[in-house]
């Protein structure tokens, strides 16, 4: 039972233009929305959360967009850079707070080239 | 101000030998958290621990699988009996405290390979 689904096992992109990774997810408890990067040998990242309270969080180049309705969520990275090329993983909770555990998508390997 | 460390980067272990994985945390955090990544695919939580206390287990398989975190020293993850199912990448989380995602450091994981 995949409750965290990235359907994009790849995704390559010229640098500087728009990345645009896609979650979906099934468990409407979940409210609490993270994106993690992953280079090999490495362990996660975090990158930007999103709060279901939200359509929209940014930070830099990074922007997560979340659309309750659709239970998806996006992560726009704009300019795309080549140190962005990564495992890209979506993760959810029940609440930021009362949660302990993620759960994680299977990951978007993004590649961007120069 | 190290991260969260685990040891060793790399196990490798016959089938039915044990295996121990170690993770400190980062200093100041109390919560220990273990996930477990399969080949391709995503990574699959197992664990939860404050120091001397298991608060989640649910995702950790009923038999062959333990784990603590003593008052002192690292958190261990024990696998008895090891079979080549359990071979996988093995990741340590630590926070300072509960549901605390965005303070979650992940460490750099011990790769378990069953031969």
Redesign the interface.
Known sequence: DQQ?K?NSPSLSVQEGRISILNCDYTNSMFD?F?W?KKYP??????LI?ISSIKDKNEDGRFTVFLNKSAKHLSLHIVPSQPGDSAVY?C?A?E?????????????TQLTVNP | NAGVMQNPRHLVRRRGQEARLRCSPMKGHSHVYWYRQLPEEGLKFMVYLQKENIIDESGMPKERFSAEFPKEGPSILRIQQVVRGDSAAYFCASSPRLGAMNGYTFGSGTRLTVV
Do not use: M, N
């Open positions: 965290v990235q609490y993270l993690y040998a490495e362990g996660p990242t975090f959360s993983f993760a909770s609440g930021e707070t009362s949660g302990s555990r993620l759960t994680f998508g299977e990951g």
